[in-house]
């Protein structure tokens, strides 16, 4: 069974960093692309940045230049790299992972950025 497996959240304060790590297991081949989402409080979850099995990349206007995202195909992971955090950045961050036309979930973990 497919599972994915966030960590790496907790609170910072303005301006500092987090690397989150989710841990993909349950594919034989792989993912296609993987991404991470968030919803923070009172709005719709978006998407916050996505990586194809390639290792191209996209990511939400809001988190350029300060968010990095990678993989480790070999280990069947994907990572966050978040500096420069802000209050706005506050979410449950979700992982995700796609193989077409299927795509699955993990459970979220927060991130709360405050003084």
């Known amino acids: 069974q497919v599972q994915l497996v966030e960590s790496g959240g907790g609170l910072v304060q303005p301006g500092g960093s987090l690397r989150l790590s989710c841990a993909a297991s349950g594919s034989a081949f792989g993912f296609d692309t993987m991404g991470w989402y968030r919803q923070g409080p009172g709005l719709q979850r978006e998407l916050v940045a996505g990586i194809t099995g390639t290792g191209s990349t996209n990511y939400a206007d809001s988190v350029k230049g300060r968010f990095t995202i990678s993989r480790d195909n070999a280990k069947n992971t994907v990572y966050l790299q978040m500096n420069s955090l802000k209050p706005e950045d506050t979410a449950v961050y979700y992982c995700?992972?796609?193989?077409?036309?299927?795509?699955?979930w993990g459970k979220g973990t927060l991130v709360t950025v405050s003084s």
């Open positions: 995700n992972a796609q193989l077409f036309p299927r795509e699955f």
